[in-house]
């Protein structure tokens, strides 16, 4: 049982690159979300989807975007990296908004 | 604005004895509490959580408490192992709302274990 799946786990991009983030979950949650964690902020949400077919912004959106292409994917898209989009980021699922929600292994990147 | 605040960046106990992680919340709407877990290079893994009905929820050697009138939440670790050593990080949603309920997180506390 795999859970919530993250790739890559690793990348170094360059500024102005363009890179997506993929992730998948097989639990056959509703709710999926993309949380960056930065040090002494905690994890940040940035982009959610409470269900198939819609997508809303969270606290740090801008220079994201996201698709959820089905149920199982959510991926995260950065058109124009930039150095302050260095982090870590998580992709999460959950049976429905505001209930637990069930981690991926993160994504570590880094923007030079 | 911060709505869950986590203010010790750092807490350290001996081996055996009681580990408490504090939490505060400025948003009334909230009505679920969770604490995740965290290892370095890994994901946050959900620990136990606790609905706004109840003032206390166990699960082994963690026990959540929580003072709604206060907006305080702690966890309690009893006995502390030094494989509790992680970083926590608390959440809350307000599942009441119709729309826009997720979970807003912590930013977090390390704690170490000492053996």
């Known amino acids: 049982n795999a859970g919530v799946t993250q790739t890559p786990k690793f990348q170094v991009l360059k500024t102005g690159q363009s890179m997506t983030l993929q992730c998948a979950q097989d639990m056959n949650h509703n709710s999926m979300y993309w949380y960056r964690q930065d040090p002494g902020m905690g994890l940040r949400l940035i982009y959610y989807?409470?269900?198939?077919?819609?997508?809303d912004k969270g606290e740090v959106p801008n220079g994201y975007n996201v698709s959820r292409l089905n149920k199982r994917e959510f991926s995260l898209r950065l058109e124009s990296a930039a150095p302050s989009q260095t982090s870590v980021y998580f992709c999460a699922s959950s049976p429905r908004e505001g209930t637990e929600a069930f981690f991926g292994q993160g994504t570590r990147l880094t923007v030079v | 604005d911060q709505q869950v605040k986590q203010n010790s960046p750092s807490l350290s106990v001996q081996e055996g004895r009681i580990s408490i992680l504090n939490c505060d919340y400025t948003?009334?709407?909230?009505?679920?509490f969770l604490w995740y877990k965290k290892y370095p290079a890994e994901g946050p893994t959900f620990l136990i959580s606790i609905s706004s009905i109840k003032d206390k929820n166990e699960d082994g050697r963690f026990t959540v408490f929580l003072n709604k009138s206060a907006k305080h939440l702690s966890l309690h670790i009893v006995p502390s192992q030094p494989g509790d050593s992680a970083v926590y990080f608390c959440a809350a949603s307000a599942r009441g709302e119709t729309s826009g309920s997720r979970l807003t997180f912590g930013e977090g506390t390390q704690l170490t274990v000492n053996p």
């Open positions: 948003n009334s709407m909230f009505d679920y």
């Open positions: 989807s409470a269900s198939e077919g819609t997508t």
